[in-house]
């Protein structure tokens, strides 16, 4: 992109800034990740990660002036991560997204992270990537107010994930890098796949999901979200789980994480041993019980 298409481009989104507003729907929630309470036994909290965007140092400075550092304005779940003061807008030929967040500390790249719907509004496909991982980035102009920075390949839609210290990672069994299923204990239940673990002795507990997502599975502050039983295989068309545990043993533990996603019936193998302790979990919730 040579600096006659980039003038153009902000000529151009100048304008159409000028013109009158079309209201939109705004997100259930309005704020980047805000801090949850530490889960509790098996749940795990959930956060919303609105729009916003990393910035290098010779970035920052491109866009709010030589010697500028971030200002923080409220601190992150995620120790060491805040949310500055400063403001960035996204430009594209097609579309522009005001008063991006710049989240900080400063990092080694540029990196915007968006949800589905903002690169609708951008005309831009980003692809479906963890923090960090710019692979087939898509192109944005970042606007600031001393300056324009290209960020090329910078782009992307970051995939769902769950940071855990390596204890959590021992309680929950699970090792970094690995893909869970989880679903989100809220008024709309989804289940997530693909939802990938980041282990750091410097993270705390939480799982991360855009606004598309949250508002998806209607979450909102203090909702929380459970892993599903190892080999379970889930159904949301239906309020059933057919556990194909390797032992084919239910214990009180998983049956008490069964009850807690599908409360009316629970469908289970023949075979499956229930253990006198999960047939009165089961009892107690009124969940009634298939065998196929």
């Given amino acids: 992109m040579n600096d006659h298409q980039i003038e153009q481009i902000i000529a151009a989104v100048l304008q159409e800034l000028k013109s009158p ?30 729009r916003h965007v990393h910035l290098t ?16 304005k409220r601190a992150l779940s995620q120790p060491g991560e805040f949310l500055s003061e400063q403001r960035v807008n996204l430009v594209t030929a097609k579309g522009v997204l005001e008063n991006v967040a710049v989240l900080g500390p400063v990092r080694g790249a540029v990196q915007a992270e968006l949800s589905r719907t903002d690169c609708h509004a951008l005309g831009i496909h980003a692809p479906i990537r963890l923090s960090g991982d710019l692979r087939g980035g898509a192109d944005v102009l970042l606007v600031g107010p001393a300056g324009i920075y290209e960020a090329t390949g910078a782009a992307i839609v970051a995939q769902a994930h769950i940071h855990m210290t390596p204890d959590d990672a021992v309680r929950f069994g699970v090792q970094n890098g690995q893909a869970l299923a989880v679903r989100t204990q809220t008024a709309r239940p989804v289940t997530f796949e693909q939802v990938i673990v980041r282990v750091n002795p410097n993270f705390s507990l939480a799982m991360h999901i855009d606004f598309d997502e949250a508002n998806a599975c209607a979450l909102e502050p203090g909702s929380v979200a459970i892993i599903h039983p190892v080999g379970a295989v889930i159904s949301d068309s239906k309020p059933l789980i057919e556990a194909t545990l390797a032992h084919k043993i239910i214990t009180e533990a998983i049956a008490k994480d069964l009850v807690k996603t599908h409360r009316k019936s629970i469908t289970l193998r023949r075979e499956t041993i229930l253990t006198p302790s999960a047939r009165d979990v089961f009892s107690d919730a009124r969940v009634t019980i298939e065998l196929i």
């Avoid at 140092?57 to 923080?72: D, H, I, N, W, Y």
């Fill in 57 to 72: 140092r010779a970035a920052l400075e491109r866009l709010f002036g030589k010697g500028v550092t971030l200002t923080q």
């Fill in 21 to 50: 507003k079309i209201a939109v729907p705004q997100p259930i929630l309005s704020e980047v990740g805000a801090p949850l309470p530490s889960s509790a036994g098996e749940q795990i909290p959930v956060e919303p990660s609105a």
